[in-house]
């Protein structure tokens, strides 16, 4: 299956699934794409209706999916407006047949046939069915499945192990030594199941703290987002996984909304709708990034196969629906698809959406992975666009276990959450903002090539394209060997940076009277430039005003400066 090939050519299927599915035989296909044409009130056939305007969309989206339309000044529109209740109404009335996927987004509806003397095709009479298409051929039976933001303390980079080295290849440690590791955003992964992930040490942190959340198991599956396959599992860890000296994730204070798309023991076109429900679900829930590590192009009916002139950004429903959502705000990242050395060779949909960030795989060493799909796509754009660690890239697997494997549905998830942590440092940039920065920070942007795109980001370049203030840039000048910022803070956070032979290891904060109020030791982070950085929350109660801050090391005072809190 295609899904194989998106999780990493160099891992035999068979061992890394650790299970037997059950033996398949094929029916004749008995699931169908129905497409609905008119959404708006005076669009609808004599005889349907809909309460759904444009008027009102607290009716039909939440508020921070309202807010991030609003926030990037995107407008709401018939495309964001549900299905006409009528019509599936009419769908469900109807014997024989079962309404199991709904898409907004395309007007449309799949439906399973129940009763095998109905023929779908006579859908095609009501006025407002345009087309019907086959989408699945069932395949037996389904095997039983296994069975508010606190105080964030500084960790030392040590602390990451196997999460470190793809932090560092594209410099977004930088981020994380200032304390940008994603809070505040919210990620939706589209996958297969998180087998484990509900008991994993790995992810304790982020469930004790409400930021693993459930979206949706499109295929509304016995056992449900943690049953039925560990891959998504493996991906969610790379960029949520918490434990410390083991694995620490790319993005391991953000939130995560789970969705189960990809069906494990089929290759239908089906899945493309199931993927197409999860992220209307995620926009609706209002999500900032989504990441896919999934990729389609053969399928078990070959009928139903792509072919390379499909990769145009349009003709597959996956793709389509992925530019839509980043019309919509959505930062998505997608897997470049481990057919590289394969006879398809290229990407996989949806990598060949427009306005997504389509990530390859790299070895330690910044050269191309063998196993990572090649672009461009059929029109000829750029793709993949950026490249992350995909080779020996350390997961959790599901018996708790830091394993290393190879995919670019590694590289995609650990690019996603670096994004997260430069958008958390921009939070009023838009999606196309952040994406576009991380692009021009690549070593390839100005030559970009079809087997690596525009390359590796630096993420400490991405943030100074987008920061007027000029931290990332900073070098010492004349007496001042530091920078703390922002300053005034209005959040109570302070940053900075530091140049100087001895290394800070305490952190004090005084009143404009010289009283002590809050210290604490200081976890060694350094850059490349030799600055040392980190930083602090105060507490909710200190009141807005000035106060002293100083870094202190081997007995001395290295660092000793004014800084506003106007909260």
């Not at 459930?214 to 960029?239: C, I, K, N």
């Not at 980043?326 to 959406?353: F, M, R, V």
């Not at 070895?363 to 995909?390: C, E, I, N």
């Not at 100074?464 to 956070?493: C, K, Q, Y």
Request: hydrophobic residues 40%; negative net charge; contains cysteine.
């Amino acid at each position: 299956m295609n899904w194989f090939r998106a999780f990493g050519a160099a891992l035999a299927a068979a061992s890394f699934l650790g299970l037997q599915p059950t033996a398949h035989g094929q029916t004749a296909p008995d699931r169908f794409w129905v497409q609905f044409e008119g959404k708006v009130a005076d669009e609808l056939p004599a005889g349907y209706s809909t309460p759904y305007t444009l008027d009102a969309p607290v009716e039909f989206l939440s508020p921070k999916a309202i807010h991030r339309r609003a926030l990037q000044n995107i407008a709401i529109t018939t495309h964001d407006l549900p299905i006409p209740p009528s019509y599936v109404d009419a769908l469900r009335a109807m014997q024989g047949i079962k309404v199991i996927l709904q898409s907004k987004w395309f007007n449309a509806v799949t439906v399973a046939v129940v009763d095998s003397a109905f023929d779908p095709f006579t859908l095609l009479e009501l006025p407002m069915v345009t087309s019907v298409k086959s989408v699945q051929c069932v395949e037996g039976e389904v095997r039983e499945p296994a069975l508010a933001a606190p105080f964030r303390a500084a960790v030392e980079p040590s602390a990451y192990g196997g999460g470190l080295a793809p932090l560092e290849q594209m410099n977004a440690d930088w981020l994380h030594g200032l304390g940008f590791r994603g809070e505040g955003m919210t990620i939706a992964v589209l996958d297969a199941g998180f087998e484990n992930t509900e008991s994993l040490p790995i992810f304790q942190r982020a469930w004790n703290e409400g930021r693993i959340q459930e979206g949706l198991d499109a295929m509304y599956s016995q056992g449900g987002l943690f049953a039925h396959h560990r891959h998504g599992t493996a991906v969610l860890g790379t960029m949520a996984g918490h434990l410390e000296d083991s694995l620490i994730g790319t993005a391991p204070d953000a939130t995560f909304v789970l969705y189960r798309t990809e069906d494990a023991y089929s290759e239908y076109l089906i899945e493309e709708d199931y993927w197409v429900a999860a992220a209307e679900h995620a926009d609706s829930v209002g999500v900032d990034l989504m990441n896919t590590s999934l990729g389609y192009s053969l399928f078990d009916d070959s009928t139903m196969n792509h072919v390379y002139d499909d990769l145009n950004g349009t003709t597959t429903r996956i793709s389509q629906a992925a530019e839509w959502a980043a019309q919509k705000g959505i930062l998505c990242t997608t897997s470049a698809g481990n057919s590289g050395a394969a006879a398809w060779h290229y990407i996989t949909a949806p990598a060949d959406a427009d306005g997504i960030l389509t990530v390859g795989a790299v070895d330690a060493d910044g050269q191309h992975a063998v196993f990572s799909g090649w672009g461009p796509t059929a029109d000829g754009r750029v793709k993949p666009d950026v490249m992350a660690l995909g080779v020996q890239a350390a997961y959790p697997f599901a018996d708790s276990t830091i394993r290393r494997g190879n995919g670019t549905s590694f590289s995609s998830p650990i690019l996603c959450g670096a994004a997260a942590c430069l958008w958390q440092a921009f939070p009023t940039a838009t999606a196309l903002d952040i994406r576009n920065a991380i692009t021009a920070s690549a070593h390839l942007y100005a030559q970009p090539n079809d087997s690596m795109g525009h390359g590796i980001p630096d993420f400490r370049r991405a943030y100074e394209l987008l920061d007027s203030a000029g931290a990332a840039s900073w070098t010492p000048e004349g007496d001042s060997e530091s920078l703390i910022f922002p300053n005034p803070s209005d959040d109570g956070t302070l940053r900075w940076l530091y140049r100087g032979n001895t290394q800070p290891n305490h952190w004090q904060l005084f009143n404009s009277g010289g009283h002590l109020l809050q210290e604490g030791p200081v976890p060694l982070w350094s850059t490349d430039d030799g600055d040392f950085q980190g930083y602090i929350h105060v507490e909710e109660s200190l009141p807005n005003g000035l106060y002293v801050f100083q870094l202190t090391g081997a007995d001395a005072i290295l660092v000793s400066r004014r800084w506003v809190l106007m909260r």
